[in-house]
């Protein structure tokens, strides 16, 4: 990983349009000293971009202030601050969190979840620039610039009246909106190499990601955001040993996703590839997600001679998820050499009016004995109807005879 590729100007990673227009909305705040919105859903990066907006003008203290947080009865002397003999227990001075980002910048993080009461006391504040502890005779002046974020729809809290009006238009005056990852998954190699990059230096293993592991991360399309993504790498790093993390080492939350992710990516892959030997999903206007998931998987097991893990690798899904799946859709996976494909394929004896009979004849005798014919021929896993001509096959079956009677699919018998 090569640190310096990764653009990194304002904290912020990334060389999507969005992102480079939240850069020059950073620049742009820091030269004034106007309240700012940030709005976007949750682990978008407002913070980040809070903090950034500091850095770049720089003056004073940064005070974070989680509105969330903020308890009724002690809302307003952990604001404000109290003077000595305000209440029982204030046996001093005490400095609120206002007085502390005096001359600075103070984020009202999660404005939307501030206490209706707060809310009063807040607008006073910004419509006035000055407070009064709790006791205190007098108001004091403070500069402050005030950013406030929230991942709510302020404008319909507003509606709901669970938001001042009058709070909300003195706040919405600089607004940003942090666009969410899915809307600039360009970015998402860039933070990926950042967020590996930044886990190694923390002393795990270094780690890069394998091509479809990389796929099924782009495919998704991470509801928590940047964050998500972060805790998702953390969490691979944290549980990988040095090399290339596969879809295997996702947490499991997003195996599902990943399953689906490559079944689609197979389903691509097959009807893109005229040449393959399997069939495609049936031409149909209309099918259903089940038929074609349990079409794709009896395609991926073809096309791996029914082998049970590659299937699982190429479709990108953990093994146990394709078990199950082919449990559910009476898929037999190969446990007979190669040359056989997985179940589809059977030998079956000629009864005695010439048809093949349904199961595998297992008299060890009669199995042994040379040029007994056998007829050979494919099963389709969806209709577990014949495909081709029965072959009349000679030749000992002995080593055969069991790899057969594994062979047929005893779920779905051809009919
Ligand atoms: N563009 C970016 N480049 C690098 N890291 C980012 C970027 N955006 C966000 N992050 C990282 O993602 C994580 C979440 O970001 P942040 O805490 O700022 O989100 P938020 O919008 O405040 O979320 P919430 O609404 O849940 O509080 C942080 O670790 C942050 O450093
Ligand atoms: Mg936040």
């Excluded at 930044?198 to 399309?221: F, K, V």
């Amino acid at each position: 990983m090569n640190q310096t590729a990764v653009d990194c100007t304002h904290g912020l990673v990334g060389q999507s349009p969005e992102i480079g227009s939240i850069r020059r909305l950073i620049q742009k705040a820091s030269r004034n000293r106007l309240p700012v919105l940030l709005l976007g859903e949750t682990g978008t990066g407002k913070e980040l971009v809070a903090r950034a907006i500091y850095n770049a003008n720089g003056h004073g203290q940064y005070i974070p202030i989680d509105c969330g947080s903020l308890v009724s009865p002690l809302m307003g002397s952990d604001l404000f601050g109290y003077v000595k003999g305000a209440f029982s227990g204030a046996d001093t001075d005490k400095r609120g969190l206002i007085e502390l980002a005096d001359g600075g910048t103070a984020l009202f993080d999660e404005i939307g979840d501030l206490p209706f009461e707060m809310q009063v006391k807040l607008l006073r504040f910004l419509q006035e620039g000055e407070f009064r502890a709790v006791g205190a005779l007098h108001s004091r002046k403070v500069d402050i610039r005030i950013i406030a974020a929230t991942n709510r729809d302020l404008r319909a809290e507003v509606a709901a009246g669970r938001f001042r009006e009058d709070l909300f238009y003195r706040l919405d005056v600089f607004v940003i909106h942090i666009p969410p990852l899915r809307e600039h998954k360009q970015d998402i190699p860039l933070l990926i190499e950042h967020f590996l990059d930044q886990a190694h230096a923390s002393g795990l293993p270094a780690l890069r990601l394998g091509d479809e592991l990389l796929a099924t991360m782009l495919s998704y399309d991470w509801p928590g955001n940047i964050r998500e993504l972060q805790h998702c790498l953390d969490r691979m790093a944290a549980l990988s040993s040095e090399g290339a993390l596969q879809t295997a080492d996702l947490p499991s939350a997003l195996q599902p996703h990943a399953a689906s992710s490559g079944l689609r990516r197979l389903s691509d892959a097959v009807e893109h590839e005229p040449l393959r030997k399997f069939e495609t999903a049936p031409k149909s206007p209309v099918v259903s997600i089940a038929d074609s998931e349990k079409h794709t998987i009896a395609n991926a097991l073809a096309a791996t001679g029914g082998e049970r893990g590659k299937t699982a690798r190429l479709l990108g899904i953990g093994r146990t998820t394709l078990y199950r799946k082919m449990n559910e859709y009476g898929l037999e996976g190969r446990t007979c050499p190669a040359r056989l494909a997985f179940g589809i394929l059977c030998d079956l004896r000629p009864d005695a009016d010439g048809r093949p009979i349904r199961e595998p004849h297992l008299d060890p005798h009669r199995a042994q004995r040379p040029s007994v014919s056998h007829a050979r021929f494919e099963i389709d896993p969806l209709t577990s109807r014949r495909v081709d001509q029965p072959q009349l096959l000679t030749g000992s079956t002995a080593a055969g005879s069991s790899v057969r009677r594994k062979c047929v699919s005893r779920r779905h018998p051809a009919k």
